[in-house]
């Protein structure tokens, strides 16, 4: 299984990074490897994390530090 990360999202991580960067490097590149270390994971385990289906059906979300990733799994037909 594959994931693909949305604009927003893209949006999002641009500004968190941003933050990190400024004030700690290590801490922000730490925070991408977690980061896509958890996004790996979710594609083995899609129905780990939290649902969110009062906002969402198809949302389940996993936590890292302080924030939530969000994940809608999307069947796409080839």
């Not at 960067?21 to 129905?47: D, H, M, V």
Request: glycine fraction near 4%.
């Amino acid at each position: 299984m594959q994931y693909a990360i949305s604009l927003e999202a893209t949006q999002d991580l641009d500004e968190i990074l941003d933050y990190f960067l400024s004030r700690n490097i290590e801490a922000g590149e730490k925070f991408i490897r977690e980061f896509n270390k958890k996004c790996e994971y979710l594609t083995s385990f899609p129905n780990i994390g939290r649902s969110y289906a009062n906002l969402d059906p198809n949302l389940r979300g996993i936590s890292l530090d302080n924030y939530i990733i969000f994940i809608v799994f999307m069947k796409i037909s080839l």
